[in-house]
């Protein structure tokens, strides 16, 4: 009562007679350290047209040359597999090739990759079959590779699950003294999630070795940017986790070769993981379902076109005297033998055995399984005699 | 409890071995993760609040100092994060058992538990194993506020994949959980909260045998009816089966412990001898676990059926505030009530 008398009376004296209200920290707070060092660059980073591309390992380039050649045919030739009923569905990466190649060959053979559904260019160019890489699209099952062999993850359908995968994959692996990375890549959209949250997190409080890729090409199926995030850059957002974030130009793929692999360096030697923002676009539609032309302009398409990541790289190349047409003819006929032979075996109808439904549920199948599995014996043996 | 244990047959036949000291399941789930991480450096324990504090019901005591930090890690507060990275991590040859803290806390988690966790083998053809436990303190009857006492295991008998288990006992909450940790599937481990703090003369220092997974056990025998049940309406379940002498009434219980897989044969088998059954659990009636079994029990036993298969659950409703609980949770009275409506006099 007597400091309610109390106040009640102070409140009654004049203003100005009454000190302001100063917030002072409470005991335990203690200011973090300048984020100075996670802000992402102002704008995106560009190797490509500027002086820094002398640094560039001439081989690194006609490498990446060679990929992104064979890495817009295959997205071409994924696409027409759709319009033949081959696929159902493709959700193409044509003028992000350089996001997708440039970072999986960022990675050692012993890194993992942790692709979302739109990143099989990303898993072909760590090696996967590039038939094993479609199985989720053609149907036939859900993954068609064993992950353990090329350290992939299977494609993930959900948006930024897989996030926290690539973080407890590389804290296991730290905790048992491999010094292996996590790549995991996710598109803009993806950011929005408690997932791609609750990964940054946990990677930064662990300070796992992991490196989160944004593909940001522009849209989540029809949604915009603007309308996904108000942060200044999605690389930004690492701030707040406290982890460095990077920005750099999508399209220019020795920029995004360079950045990954810092920050694969980075969280090599034990420096914790990296936020990296590509900036690109989707040519394409989001897929085979999708109509672009109902939420943007054709020409905001042409204006990307222009900053294309093989006219990019090309034009670079061609000026160093390192590409001729020789070299632009045997790009192109490379990757016109590999989708010669995708059509090929795509065209090829996959022979499925039902029973291997009940196969993979339980390590051990269960009665009701046996059951089940019974049932469908039967009546594919009376379809048989039938 | 009044089942008996190795422990007390042990002494019985010994005549003047000392009697253990009696256990408590959560000392029982401590013990079994302890035994497992001692056996095997790669099970890991994680979770909100397991390490220093040793978990809010104190089941990971001990563990963070005996094993370190990185074998029982205080992680950050998310529950799809906890579960997500412990994917990653039996990617990589852990063994991850997660705790989840309170029933309705795992809600966050099931995209992970769903998507991933359930499907990774048969989306990796077998290439994947995802070797997780997800321990769920869960069920009402300790006067949890809301959001605390939520019986959620049809959500996850309903997902292929996952195996469902939930024990009733000291000696079962040991032996289960080890079979869990030692299973190559992810198990959601579900642990009655209001029988944490149950005793019996379960002994620490000789536990119990590890019992696979999928066995139902019968807890009393009896001729009348069958009272098929599991976790923590095991005990109400005997209680009723004791109280039910007096009517003439000699009622068999069993307990499931496995949801899924679900021991058809130890319940049938029982159904049949006696003829009637009743399913009891604190779960919600409408699309409950009861559901289910009513439905597998009239498929397989109709002929031995002298009445229809009854249930006994909470009501359908949201889970009610702690002064309400016991109107909600099925009590002796309300199973007796339900062993009578199986018109009882027709049959003996």
Not at chain 1, 341 to 352: H, K, T
Not at chain 2, 234 to 244: H, M
Request: aromatic fraction near 6%.
């Amino acid at each position: 009562m007597d400091s309610l008398q109390q106040r009640s009376s102070t409140v009654q004296e004049p203003p100005g007679a009454v000190p302001a209200y100063r917030p002072t920290p409470p005991p335990a707070w203690q200011p973090r350290t300048d984020p100075a060092p996670l802000l992402p660059e102002a704008e995106p980073l560009r190797v490509l047209g500027t002086d820094a591309v002398a640094d560039a390992d001439p081989a690194l380039l006609l490498r990446l040359y060679a990929e992104l050649i064979r890495g817009r045919r295959y997205n071409t030739q994924a696409t027409a597999l759709t319009k033949q009923g081959r696929l159902a569905v493709y959700p193409s990466t044509t003028g992000q090739e350089a996001c997708e190649i440039a970072a999986a060959l960022a990675l050692e053979e012993r890194d993992w990759l942790f692709p979302s559904y739109r990143d099989t260019l990303a898993a072909v160019a760590r090696g996967l079959d590039p038939v094993q890489a479609l199985t989720l699209l053609r149907g036939d099952w859900h993954t068609g590779y064993d992950p353990h062999e090329h350290r992939i993850a299977p494609l993930c359908t959900p948006l930024a699950t897989q996030l926290p995968h690539a973080v407890g994959l590389a804290h296991a692996a730290r905790l048992k003294g491999d010094d292996v990375v996590a790549l995991a890549m996710v598109g803009d959209g993806g950011t929005s999630e408690g997932d791609f949250h609750e990964a940054l997190n946990f990677a930064a409080v662990w300070q796992a070795p992991v490196v989160f890729l944004v593909q940001n090409n522009g849209f989540a199926i029809s949604v915009p940017l603007a309308k996904q995030t108000a942060a200044p850059s999605l690389a930004h957002k690492a701030v707040g986790y406290g982890m460095p974030g990077r920005l750099v130009d999508g399209n220019d793929a020795v920029a995004v070769h360079q950045v990954l692999t810092e920050a694969v360096a980075r969280a090599r030697r034990g420096g914790g993981p990296t936020l990296v923002e590509a900036v690109t676009y989707r040519i394409d539609a989001h897929t085979n379902a999708d109509d672009a032309t109902r939420y943007r302009a054709a020409g905001e398409v042409e204006a990307w076109r222009a900053h294309d990541p093989i006219l990019l790289l090309e034009r670079e190349l061609t000026e160093r005297g390192l590409l001729d047409e020789d070299g632009r003819r045997a790009a192109a006929e490379a990757a016109e033998t590999m989708a010669a032979e995708l059509r090929e075996r795509m065209n090829a109808d996959p022979v499925l055995d039902p029973m291997e439904l009940f196969s993979h549920v339980y390590a051990e199948q269960t009665t009701q399984l046996r059951e089940q599995a019974a049932q469908l014996r039967a009546e594919l043996e009376a379809e048989g005699e039938a | 409890m009044t089942t008996a244990t190795t422990g007390t047959a042990a002494a019985k036949a010994g005549g003047n071995a000392a009697k253990p000291k009696p256990a408590t399941m959560a000392q029982a789930l401590q013990r079994a993760m302890r035994d497992a991480m001692a056996e095997d450096p790669t099970v890991h324990v994680m979770g909100e609040d397991v390490g220093t504090l040793g978990g809010v019901f104190r089941v990971t005591d001990g563990l963070a100092k005996e094993f370190g930090e990185d074998r029982c890690t205080d992680t950050p507060l998310a529950e799809a994060g906890i579960l997500g990275a412990a994917v990653g991590m039996a990617m990589y040859g852990l063994r991850p058992v997660v705790e989840m803290q309170f029933d309705a806390f795992a809600y966050p988690a099931f995209e992970q538990l769903l998507s991933h966790v359930a499907k990774m083998r048969n989306r990796t053809r077998g290439a994947m194993p995802m070797p997780i436990v997800i321990r769920v303190p869960y069920g009402g009857g300790i006067g949890g506020v809301e959001h605390h006492s939520d019986s959620s295991e049809a959500y996850y008998m309903a997902t292929p994949g996952l195996h469902v288990v939930t024990p009733a006992t000291v000696e079962d909450a040991y032996g289960l959980l080890r079979a869990a940790i030692a299973s190559d599937d992810p198990v959601v481990f579900l642990e009655p909260k209001r029988l944490y703090w149950s005793k019996s003369d379960w002994s620490p220092e000789a536990p119990a045998p590890v019992e696979p997974i999928g066995k139902a056990v019968v807890r009393r025998r009896g001729t009348g009816a069958t009272l098929i049940t599991y976790g923590p309406s095991v005990p109400v379940c005997l209680e009723a089966a004791e109280a039910a002498q007096a009517e003439g009434w000699d009622l068999e219980v069993v307990d499931l412990r496995s949801l899924v897989p679900f021991d058809d044969e130890t319940v049938c088998a029982s159904v049949r001898r006696t003829g009637r059954a009743v399913v009891v659990h604190e779960s919600t009636g409408f699309g409950g676990p009861g559901a289910e079994i009513a439905a597998r029990v009239t498929e397989r036993c109709f002929h031995h059926l002298e009445a229809p298969v009854l249930r006994v659950a909470g009501f359908d409703i949201p889970y009610p505030p702690p002064m309400l609980e016991r109107h909600h949770l099925p009590g002796v009275d309300r199973v007796l009530d339900a062993v009578a409506r199986l018109q009882w006099e027709a049959g003996s």
